[in-house]
């Protein structure tokens, strides 16, 4: 089952606009991450946004928390063509049965950027 | 390079075979995590374990299997093989838990 659902499914923009994407959740969280995957291939961790934080930066990357509304925002600023992938949120939980944590990934937003 | 390494790297295999995907972490991390990736199921949480012990258990079937060894690398062990077992396999790992986590570039697993 999913955890998060990403909106939009996909996006397209041009070179040098901004692209923001959505995440909803459904349960408490210890921290919500987002992650990058160019096709077919592993996935790269962009940022970290701790259940107790509302927003941060990293380069040209801005998350936001709502832990009220379990939502969640990336904003990719002034992108480039090189940022066509797909984007992932993924809610870090704890399991109640192991002790461990769950990282359990939305749907995705497959976001194209034209020159 | 994340510093994840998972073998083979493509596996095409019959229906009913079993197979074994081998994960190494990253050097000092004590977690891995299991994911399969699929068109139409996403990318599903499998299996997370913590220095040798499960932690976490999502939607891992029964006919799969996972287990960490004392070097801390894992395997993930598939059998009674489906064709819609076919998709990717990606193992990631992290220093502890509730952190960020290093995934591998996949094994593609192709059942025919």
């Known amino acids: 089952s999913q955890q998060g659902e990403e909106d939009p499914q996909a996006l397209s923009i041009q070179e040098g606009e901004n692209a923001t994407m959505n995440c909803s959740y459904k349960?408490?969280?210890?921290?919500l991450q987002w992650y990058r995957q160019n096709s077919g291939r592993g996935l790269v961790h962009l940022i970290l946004i701790r259940s107790n934080e509302r927003e941060k930066h990293s380069g040209r990357l801005r998350v936001t928390l709502d832990t009220s509304k379990k939502s969640s925002s990336l904003l990719i600023t002034a992108s480039r063509a090189a940022d066509t992938a797909s984007y992932f949120c993924a809610t870090d939980t704890f399991s109640f049965t192991g002790g461990g944590n769950k990282l359990t990934f939305g749907t995705g937003t497959q976001l194209k950027v034209e020159l | 390079d994340s510093g994840v390494t998972q073998t083979p790297k493509h596996l095409i295999t019959a229906t009913g075979q079993r197979v074994t995907l081998r994960c190494s972490p990253r050097s000092g991390d004590l977690s891995v995590y299991w994911y399969q990736q699929s068109l139409d199921q996403g990318l599903q949480f499998l299996i997370q374990?913590?220095?040798?012990?499960?932690?976490a258990k999502g939607n891992i079937l029964e006919r799969f299997s996972a287990q960490q060894f004392p070097d801390l690398h894992s395997e993930l062990n598939l059998s009674s093989l489906e064709l819609g077992d076919s998709a990717l396999y990606f193992c990631?790992?992290?220093?502890?838990?509730?952190?960020?986590?290093?995934f591998g570039q996949g094994t593609r697993l192709t059942v025919v």
């Open positions: 990631a790992s992290s220093p502890s838990t509730a952190v960020e986590a290093f």
């Open positions: 349960t408490s969280i210890n921290n």
């Open positions: 374990y913590y220095n040798g012990e499960e932690r």
